[in-house]
T-cell receptor, first 107, second 117 residues
Framework: GIQVEQSPPDLILQEGANSTLRCNFS?????LQWFHQNPWGQLINLFY???GTKQNGRLSATTVATERYSLLYISSSQTTDSGVYFC?????????FGAGTRLTVKP | GAVVSQHPSWVICKSGTSVKIECRSL??????MFWYRQFPKQSLMLMAT?????????EQGVEKDKFLINHASLTLSTLTVTSAHPEDSSFYIC?????????????FGSGTRLTVV
């Protein structure tokens, strides 16, 4: 099956800093989504981005499908951004998650 | 937007009993639903994929007789953990993929935290 690798596994930032999270995948995909899992376990959909670039407030994402990677940018981080960020890819009705990046933003 | 409702949010049960978890798509028809399992500080692992009206497809290593999945309608899928044991304690999350041009990607339920004592 398709392999999904996320980096870094852990990231500690000071409030106000910027960060970039990366997701590499091993094969072509039909769908790629970025999620934020909050402390209660809820998965919040951040972006549906099989290709191209999207922005939503302080967050933006870019997927380069031909090179099989996606980047999630977080600018001016806030403590509420803390949590685990997952990249998930779908190929032929089969969605797989990366191991996640655990982000801690310190005040 | 697309909403998936999952109940219960948490459940504690005695070893040997069965637990049913429901997953409903509230404002769209879900042709396919997925069930994931997540252990603490780990990623989500796909357990099974279910299509409305047909048998679920289980991932390798997932016991289909223990984790019964029913997808009887386009808006409801259920996961029943039969004869639960402490090692089944985990966070279970469902997701649904809608049909139609207005729905993109997957929508996840809020998850069910199962504790077997």
């Amino acid at each position: 099956g398709i392999q999904v690798e996320q980096s870094p596994p852990d990231l500690i930032l000071q409030e106000g800093a910027n960060s970039t999270l990366r997701c590499n995948f091993s094969d072509s995909v039909n769908n790629l989504q970025w999620f934020h899992q909050n402390p209660w376990g809820q998965l919040i959909n951040l972006f549906y981005i099989p290709s191209g670039t999207k922005q939503n407030g302080r967050l933006s994402a870019t997927t380069v499908a031909t090179e099989r990677y996606s980047l999630l940018y977080i600018s001016s981080s806030q403590t509420t951004d803390s949590g685990v960020y997952f990249c998930a890819v779908e190929r032929y009705n089969d969605m797989r998650f990366g191991a996640g990046t655990r982000l801690t933003v310190k005040p | 937007g697309a909403v998936v409702s999952q109940h219960p949010s948490w459940v504690i049960c005695k070893s040997g009993t069965s637990v049913k978890i429901e997953c409903r798509s509230l404002d769209f028809q879900a042709t396919t639903m997925f069930w994931y399992r997540q252990f603490p500080k780990q990623s989500l692992m796909l357990m099974a994929t279910s299509n409305e009206g047909s048998k679920a497809t289980y991932e390798q290593g997932v016991e289909k007789d223990k984790f019964l999945i029913n997808h009887a309608s386009l808006t409801l899928s259920t996961l029943t953990v039969t004869s639960a044991h402490p090692e089944d304690s985990s966070f279970y999350i469902c997701s649904a993929r809608g049909q139609g041009a207005n729905y993109y990607g997957y929508t996840f339920g809020s998850g069910t935290r199962l504790t077997v004592v």
